[in-house]
């Protein structure tokens, strides 16, 4: 065996072509006809991934190969995708790669039903050799023109040892891009995102449909963000996609509904006026939209024991005579569509010395 089919036996690279897309590594998701491989170079370009792999497998298991990845054998359908795989093929490790190109009777095709439209085939080529070169194989040896197309049968070549063997063949898997899956918890009119990381996306932007298109609310490296001043009841739109060489991966098709909770608007205190001679205190607060009425609490031994209630329109409120040097801790709820709001009692709570 030659140096180069030994290095073609170990060596495998990756292309990522800007994507969300979450690539096995090669190693760990190695299936029993994938052998150990190293990376060698990564790239970006609109949102696909590759990876090229060591050789030995015919076309048929190199394109099962992929698939057990959750690929499919490369497809190349423009002249600039072409260059960016053949820009990085590096130094020639194998001869060959298998690409995912075959021969349906009088006419190429694509594994992906995609347009076989854009060809990069080798001068005289393709020539179905011996009547069952079926496949297509891009040539990685500087022996032919490096990232030239050749139709080869199943195997490689008929004959051992040949430029064409198949152990001299690698292949090229190409996995179809992805944004993240984003999932949220509703808040005070707000959406609390969150979003599994992509592997090698540079950042993310959270996008909100609005006004009949997409519009770009922020951008960050983090997977989680607050969509704040959202209409409270109301369904938003939002998406969170991802950058991969400097290119938005502008696909809007993992967007979801958020729904804000209503906001909550507590009675806010606006004034207590202490009375050292009646030793009485004299407290306002400022109206709650939509409130029907109030109610005031006072803690008494660690418990809200309800004190009092005023209509809503009535915004003040006179306590009974007090201890003097005495602390009071009180509270003043508002009822809202016949519901008392009595969340964070203690947060919202006041404090006052009666004199």
């Known amino acids: 065996m030659s140096i180069k089919q030994t290095l073609c036996g170990i060596a495998a690279l990756t292309l990522m072509l800007s994507s969300g897309m979450v690539v096995a590594d090669a190693a760990s998701a190695a299936t029993e006809n994938v052998a150990e491989n190293k990376l060698l170079d990564t790239i970006s370009y609109r949102g696909h991934v590759y ?24 497809t190349i359908t423009s002249a600039e995708e072409q260059r960016s795989i053949e820009d990085h093929l590096g130094e020639p ?3 060959n790669y298998w690409i995912g190109g075959y021969r349906d009777g009088d006419s190429w095709k694509w594994i992906t039903d995609e347009s076989f439209e854009y060809t990069n085939w080798e001068s005289g080529e393709p020539n179905n050799y011996g009547g069952s070169e079926n496949y297509v194989h891009m040539f990685g040896d500087g022996y032919k023109t490096r990232g030239r197309w ?17 152990d001299k063949y690698g292949y090229i898997c190409e996995f179809d891009p992805a944004n993240p899956d984003v999932t949220y918890t509703p808040g005070d009119s707000c959406a609390n995102l969150e979003w599994n990381a992509v592997p090698n996306a540079e950042k993310y932007a959270v996008c909100g449909f609005v006004s009949g298109k997409w519009t770009k609310l922020d951008e960050t490296t983090d997977t989680s963000y607050t969509v704040k001043n959202l209409t409270a009841g109301k369904d938003h739109k939002v998406a969170v996609i991802a950058m991969f060489g400097d290119e938005w991966y502008d696909d809007f098709s993992k967007a979801i509904i958020v729904t804000p909770n209503s906001a909550v608007i507590y009675p806010k205190v606006s004034n207590i006026n202490i009375n050292s001679k009646s030793h009485q205190a004299k407290i306002d607060w400022e109206a709650v939209p939509g409130a029907e009425k109030y109610g005031i609490a006072v803690l008494i031994n660690g418990k809200w ?10 915004t003040t409120i006179t306590t009974p005579k007090l201890k003097t040097n005495t602390e009071y801790k009180l509270v003043i709820c508002a009822k809202v569509n016949g519901k008392w709001e009595t969340s964070k009692l203690n947060e919202r709570a006041f404090r006052f010395i009666a004199l």
């Open 305 to 314: 024991k309800v004190q009092g209630y005023t209509d809503a329109d009535t």
């Open 93 to 95: 490790i194998c001869n």
């Open 51 to 74: 990876q090229l792999f060591d050789g030995g497998l015919t076309w048929s298991e190199a394109k099962e190969a992929c698939e057990k990845l959750g690929g499919h054998l490369a």
């Open 150 to 166: 050749n139709d080869a049968s199943d195997s490689g070549a008929a004959y051992a040892d040949s430029y064409y063997d198949f």
